[in-house]
């Protein structure tokens, strides 16, 4: 079972990806869609735990770094955008996939997980494996090319340390308050705090003719939900099964590595996208990486 739920993850992932690439061909307006997106999550979390969920204060200690989750959300998703139309997607893809090394170094120094040297050399792979399958080809073009210094050449830093402070923030989450399971609360919060932020900015540009609502984006927020939700709840399912106590690090490493590799297939597959020779490169890593992971 504790496989299924990190297969389902990571489908749940690649199902969003294909979306998001459906959005430039129906004219869809992402911001907009985002945000129908987190209400459309919060609307899962209420359905799967039957209803509004109720705690007393004593047993929501956790709830000051799920709102600080539910901000960074949003936070990130501007960045990323930015940094894709101004230094490249792939850019900001790698900068935020690395952000795994921070859960992986958590789980090393803080919740002392055994790491032999086949750990250690599977780990170094997938990091590999992630930078070469996000290299683009010499004819790829990124929008706003330019050497000179602004400062959204910082975006990039700025998306590996917050990606990173997620997926830890996560990861402790799990390991302090919701190892017994029970995570549905958790999902709710985190995306109702993104919600009710995006949702504000929204509604205010809305107000001041900056933005109109639009029955395809809406639609769109519903369809995109259903595997953001997906990825988010299978994924912390499968961080708190018990076969995987002691080894959280192991958890956000095939879920990473799975998504480079899915996706990019699902290039190949679907999209009939060829990967340059760097992504095949990394194509190589990543099954080597996993193998040894496996093993």
Known sequence: MAEFYLIVSIL??????LVFGLFDRYKIDTFQAVVVNYLTCIVCGVVLDGGI?????EATAWLPYALTLGVLFIGLFVLIGIT???????????????????????????YNEDFTIQKWIGIVLCLAAIIFVSIPSKDSKAEGDSLSWNWSM?????????SGICDSTVQFL????????????????LFGTAYVIGGSVLLLQVMFGRRS?????????????????????FFMMALSHDKFDNASSFVFVI??????????????????QNPNKYGWVGLGLAVSAVLLLFL
């Open 12 to 17: 749940s992932s690649v199902a969003i990806m």
């Open 53 to 57: 969920p109720t705690y007393s204060m």
């Open 84 to 110: 894709a139309q101004r230094q490249g997607a792939a850019i900001a893809s790698v900068s935020m996939k690395l952000g795994l090394i921070f859960p992986i170094l958590l789980a090393y120094f803080l």
């Open 154 to 162: 910082l975006f990039p830093l700025i998306i590996f340390l917050g």
């Open 174 to 189: 799990e390991q302090r308050y919701f190892s017994e399971g029970d995570i549905e609360i958790l999902t709710i919060a």
């Open 213 to 233: 609502f639009d029955s395809k984006s809406l639609l769109a927020g519903i369809v995109l939900g259903l595997p953001n939700y997906a990825s988010i709840y």
């Open 255 to 272: 879920n990473n590595i799975g998504i480079v590799v899915m996706t990019t297939l699902m290039g190949i597959l679907v999209l009939r």
